[in-house]
């Protein structure tokens, strides 16, 4: 029997082989044959184990280890179909006598440990991409602490009500559904999600015109691989969605970043500096990441540059839902003639991040094309997400969720507001702002963002500097206040702590 969870036994009748070295650990997650055959395989690429060597029958080796006889044979039986043992009658098993010079001396062979790493051509996109690698470390698994931004209040998520909605679908869930779904999108949800642009974002479509994606980087990563050649010119904010810029810039687009002012994009600029461009992409309800809402007038600008150029303007809206202060502004996109404007959405900020959804919306004659490269690129978003969503849609949830949410993050921002005014005024101004689930702390006496991200990581906070999606200098430094997922306790800490670590500089 193995002692306790790890068992070695050694024999003096078989010195030569290596059973000292073997240690099967019960209470590992790898099976006892896995871990013997590892061993067995480790012990002939470092020459514990010799070429012509003989092993011990598979009965007294099981004995002698105290494990089933069924774990031995396992383990011999897989290193002799991979040539590192053989038997033959009468001699039992050994290790083959010949051991191609491949099997020893492979890059891949020995414990992974020690093995010879060959670097992958990495393309010069992807040396790129590697900047992001931070994003993905700072990420991780762990709970969002203040005032990351990008989080909606996953505490108030009715939680209960989405795994009952799960649990319904999965049971009642049809085989032709986990088959496969429409490249488009489970039909329910797209007429879900039509209905719902109709009565909250005064956009009128047919659900035939709505493409379900994997959330906006999806979204966005599918607009320019159909609708961009290399050297084309797409428009962006600055600052602005510059993760939007990147997707734009891989696929071999120059960027060219725009001022915005207090009415949005600067589109005066816009037409004076660039005279042809293939795409511009804005963010007309709350300007990401500084808040603002564009203007009529510009928005009727936009439009009006757009057409004289034959640009497509890209709808970013993202939380168009989140006014606090009169009625949501409808999208821009209602006020474009059909195929000028490109609308999409995301339910990362309206549920929850990792739910992965998207759509976005597209001119009729546009769906095939969108659908086949959906169909080549993704195949389609996870049918069982999509169901529950149309569900929580359908049944009223989700309206019912947003109203609610509105007032959460309303109240939220009213604490962050007051918290800020309190404890970080001689670090920053923190006004209000009519939109979103972020604040933006404009920094005082020469304050950097940098600096401030700084400090907030000694303190065990999560400050970003604006300066992040930014394209140049910023005229004023800021930095990004995230509300939506903290309670007014944990926010009220956050800003003493935060006025405490600045303090400490
Ligand atoms: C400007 C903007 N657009 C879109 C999104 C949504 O992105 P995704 O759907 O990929 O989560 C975000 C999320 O932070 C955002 O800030």
Redesign the pocket.
Known sequence: MLAGSTSRRATASRQRFPLDALSLDEAAEEPLYRQLEDQLRDAIWTGRLLPGERLPSTRSLAQDLGVARNTAINAYNQLILEGYLVTAKGSGTRVAADLPERLLRAPGAGPAATRETRPLPFTRNARRIASFRPWVEAGGDLPSRPFR??VSAIDAFPRALWEQLTARRLRSMSRALLERTDPRGYRPLREAIAGYLGSARGLVCGPDQVIVT???????ELIATLLLEPGDTVCLEDP??T??GFLFELAGARVVSLPVDDEGLDVARLSAQVPEAKLVYV?PSSQ??LGMTMTLPRRLALIDWAERCGAVIVE?D??GEYRYAGRPLPALSGLAPQGRVLY?G????LLF?AL???YIVVPPDAVEHFAAARWLLDRHAPPLEQAVLADFIDEGHFARHVRRMRTLYAERQGVLVEAAARDLAGFMDVPPSESGLHLIGWLKGGLTGDRVAEAAASAGLEVVPTSMFAAGRLERDSVILGYAPFTPRQIRRATQDLAHALARR
Do not use: I
């Open positions: 931004p990008h994997g959330g906006a980087q999806r979204t966005t602005g969605y993760l939007a963010t990401f990441p970013d993202y939380n999409t995301s339910f990362s900020k991040p992965r959804l998207g």
